[in-house]
Nanobody, 120 residues
Framework: QVQVVESGGGLVQAGGSLRLSCAAS????????MGWYRQAPGKQRELVAT???????NYADSVKDRFTISRDNAKNTVYLQMNSLKPEDTAVYYC??????????????WGQGTQVTVSS
């Protein structure tokens, strides 16, 4: 099956930066859209940024001009560069990949999440 694993989370002071990585592996035929979502305590999971296989991007208004999403198709990897971090960015960040195997339709796969904590 397809496995999605995030890395790069941690503790950072307000105004600092972090770079998250997400690698998909397994019986992959192709990967279409990839994206980052986050969930803060007591809140619903929300979209942060998405990127298509052709590298078209979309950002939530709250992170636009501070975060940058990118991907390396050869490595089945997506990145999220986070600059000018604010305490309200504190959340568990989840990676999502829309992928298919040789014998399946497109399916959403989710990573286990990585904690990002921004101190004031």
């Amino acid at each position: 099956q397809v496995q999605v694993v995030e890395s790069g989370g941690g503790l950072v002071q307000a105004g600092g930066s972090l770079r998250l990585s997400c690698a998909a592996s397994g019986n992959i035929f192709s990967i279409n859209d990839m994206g980052w979502y986050r969930q803060a305590p007591g809140k619903q999971r929300e979209l942060v940024a998405t990127i298509t296989s052709g590298s078209s991007t979309n950002y939530a208004d709250s992170v636009k001009d501070r975060f940058t999403i990118s991907r390396d198709n050869a490595k089945n990897t997506v990145y999220l560069q986070m600059n000018s971090l604010k305490p309200e960015d504190t959340a568990v960040y989840y990676c999502n990949a829309v992928a298919r195997t040789s014998f399946s339709f497109r399916i959403n796969y989710w990573g286990q999440g990585t904690q990002v904590t921004v101190s004031s």
